[in-house]
């Protein structure tokens, strides 16, 4: 059985190879890398990945990076560390990195979590770390979103006890794409973290015009904010994302690494350091998602679709009228996208793609329902 996997693992990367040795390593460098690695294979809509990424900039810093990858990238990594910091208008001993902001996620919930307690989160939300939590002995309150799948921060809060050691706030929430006004977050974190440690996962906040809360962390030893390099710098599969939080916060997490920051490859913290001077791809991979995302949003609503109002690049919206097994139908005209959510399975949540994806989506979507 082992010789069989290993003959069908040897057969994909066969093919995986010959995809990529269609790429030239112009092509790698290329404005319009949009998807040709992928092709050949289905539409991806599942992950809420950047569909023009990595940017021009950090994929030149990856190649050159590659080429110093037998030393350990220290001095990238204090690069990376002072410029995050200075970004944020605090210093280096207020970010932490891991590989992607799941790491974070799951070393602020160990760190909460050793003191035992409950958790208060909003459902349906981004909750890779509830099983951790609950792993480690933290009961997980979850607080069902509104009406209009806001989370409902007053419900939230009056969740607060003497036991609670983790309140995680995702805004703009996933998988809904619904973002609360600033300061209603920054009044329930401030609220909150007079009992216990609050989480704000800003995954998705670069789709948004709103303000971080970053600044939060200067006086605030209870506050960790959650950012990541994998959505709009378009950099998932290098693995890089960050904590922001008080020096003595960051000291606590970093204390549940093996290695303090030591978990990002040389040629992700390269990737990171381009991408952040790389303006021009954010802007333009903001606008171009705001542009298929519109389209996606108005031509769900016009086949009768309730669609949640979105400011990230996913879209939430109601399968009330649909009985099939929406993921399946879709799989079977070569779309992936996201399982259902809530109320017995009558929401669901599409990454936005390229609009030329987009328009395949809604072609697809026209022949199903
Ligand atoms: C809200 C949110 N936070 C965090 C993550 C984790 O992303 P990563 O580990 O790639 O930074 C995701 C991934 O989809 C997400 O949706």
């Not at 920054?186 to 009992?195: C, G, I, V």
């Not at 670069?206 to 390099?229: C, G, H, Q, R």
């Not at 990002?264 to 542009?291: G, H, I, P, Q, R």
Request: with cysteine.
């Amino acid at each position: 059985m082992s010789s069989t996997i290993h003959r069908r693992s040897l057969l994909k990367l066969t093919s995986l190879l010959a995809i990529g040795s269609a790429l030239t390593k112009a092509d790698v460098y290329a404005s319009d890398f949009t998807n040709q690695r992928f092709a050949e294979g289905p539409i991806r809509l599942t992950s809420n990945e950047n569909p023009y990424g990595p940017s021009p900039m950090a994929r030149r810093a990856m190649a050159d990076a590659i080429t110093q990858s037998n030393r350990y990238p220290w001095d990238v990594t204090t690069k990376l560390l002072e410029k995050l910091g200075t970004l944020y208008g605090l210093t280096s001993e207020h970010v932490l990195l891991g590989a992607g902001s799941s790491e974070i996620l799951g070393l602020s919930t160990l760190l909460a979590a050793l003191n035992k307690g409950n958790a208060i989160t909003a459902a349906p939300t981004f909750s890779i770390w509830a099983p951790v939590a609950e792993k480690m002995g933290l009961t997980v309150t979850k607080v069902p979103l509104l009406e209009e799948k806001m989370n409902d921060l007053s419900a939230m809060v009056s969740q607060l006890n003497e036991n609670t050691r983790l309140f995680y706030i995702c805004n703009p929430n996933n998988p809904s794409g619904t973002i609360l006004p600033t300061a209603a977050v920054r009044d329930a974190a401030e609220e909150a973290s007079k009992k216990s440690l609050v989480l704000i996962d800003e995954a998705y906040l670069d789709y948004t015009n709103e303000p971080s809360l970053v600044n939060m962390v200067s006086t605030n030893k209870n506050i960790i904010i959650a950012k990541t390099f994998s959505k709009i710098y378009g950099l998932a599969g290098a693995r890089i994302g960050y904590a922001i939080a008080h020096p003595d916060t960051i000291n606590k997490l970093a204390a549940l690494q093996p290695w303090a920051n030591a978990g990002v490859s040389a040629v992700s913290l390269a990737a990171a350091l381009a991408s952040l001077d790389d303006k021009s791809f954010v802007a333009s991979s903001k606008e171009k998602n705001t542009e298929a995302r519109m389209y996606t949003q108005k031509e769900l609503e016009s086949l009768g679709i309730k669609v949640i109002p979105s400011h990230t690049n996913f879209i939430y919206y109601s399968l009330a009228n649909y009985k099939g097994n929406w993921q399946e139908a879709l799989r079977a005209k070569n779309i992936l996208s996201a399982g259902t959510y809530e109320q017995q399975g009558q929401w669901t949540r599409t990454t936005v793609g390229t609009l030329k994806e987009m328009q395949q989506f809604i072609s697809a979507v026209k022949a199903i329902v």
